[in-house]
């Protein structure tokens, strides 16, 4: 099976082990794609409500709650809510709200968030350009948007699925390379609604810390063939 999203369900209560076949790989990741956000978002990320679309665990919600902004987290998995709530409950972090909804139709009114975050969730979706459309219609003008997924390219699928999931840097199923999103799909695509490419970066495996860890650990690159990070902003 690819795609398999009911592995967010199953393993629900490993978001936060960081040496869990299913999850250390999002943890390395997280660890690359924080900090890049926080220095594109400077000031920005501790101000107002930030809605964290796919949040799973949570990465991402604890990250802006710690710095002071107001997140909604949302995810259709059920099980992945109630990790991230109790883990941040754990930890102390200033709590978050949750809702349990589809990406592609959000149970929010418009323009009601300064910021939203679509992680590593579009190339899971048939039908993504919905899912970026409503994250432009929730974000307030002049609000961010920041999406990270992966290239349809044939590189894409050798690191992706040959290599990630056939060492099982990432668990196997997880991807449908003809998921993946080429960039210019994704940005004209935000155009269309109303989203202006501020920020934008490729990622690379970075190999030898990549195989000493047995999850993928990524460097900025030039280079958008096997994942990448935007930023937009709303018009
Ligand atoms: C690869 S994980 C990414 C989690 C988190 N964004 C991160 O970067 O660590 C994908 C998440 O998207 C969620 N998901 C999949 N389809 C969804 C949908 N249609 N609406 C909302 N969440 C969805 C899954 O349950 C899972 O938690």
Not at 21 to 45: D, K, T, V
Not at 73 to 92: E, F, M, Q, T
Not at 215 to 224: I, W
């Amino acid at each position: 099976m690819s795609n398999d999203l009911e592995l967010y369900e199953r393993c629900s209560a490993e978001w936060w082990d960081a040496d869990s076949p299913a999850f250390r790989s999002l943890h390395a990741i997280h660890e690359f794609r924080a900090p890049l956000l926080l220095e594109w978002l400077g000031e920005q990320s501790s101000r107002g409500r930030v809605l964290d679309i796919g949040c799973g665990g949570g990465y991402f919600v604890e990250e802006f709650a710690r710095r002071g902004a107001r997140v909604l987290g949302v995810d259709l998995s059920g099980a992945s809510l109630a990790a991230s709530r109790r883990h941040a409950a754990a930890v102390g972090t200033p709590p978050s709200d949750y809702a349990r909804a589809s990406a592609l139709a959000l149970p929010l009114r418009d323009a009601c968030a300064d910021g939203v975050l679509v992680c590593d969730l579009l190339e899971h979706l048939h039908h993504w350009k919905r899912a970026i459309c409503e994250a432009a219609r929730v974000v307030k003008p002049g609000g961010w948007v920041f999406a990270t997924t992966l290239n349809r390219t044939l590189l894409g699928r050798v690191v992706a699925i040959w290599i990630g999931e056939g060492l099982g840097f990432v668990p196997r199923g997880t991807h449908d390379a003809s998921m993946f999103i080429r960039p210019g799909e994704l940005i004209e695509a935000a155009a269309g609604c109303g989203l202006a490419l501020e920020q934008q970066t490729g990622e690379r495996p970075k190999i030898f810390a990549t195989l000493r860890r047995r999850a993928v650990v990524l460097a900025k690159s030039r280079m958008t063939g096997v994942t990448y990070s935007v930023l937009f902003r709303k018009r």
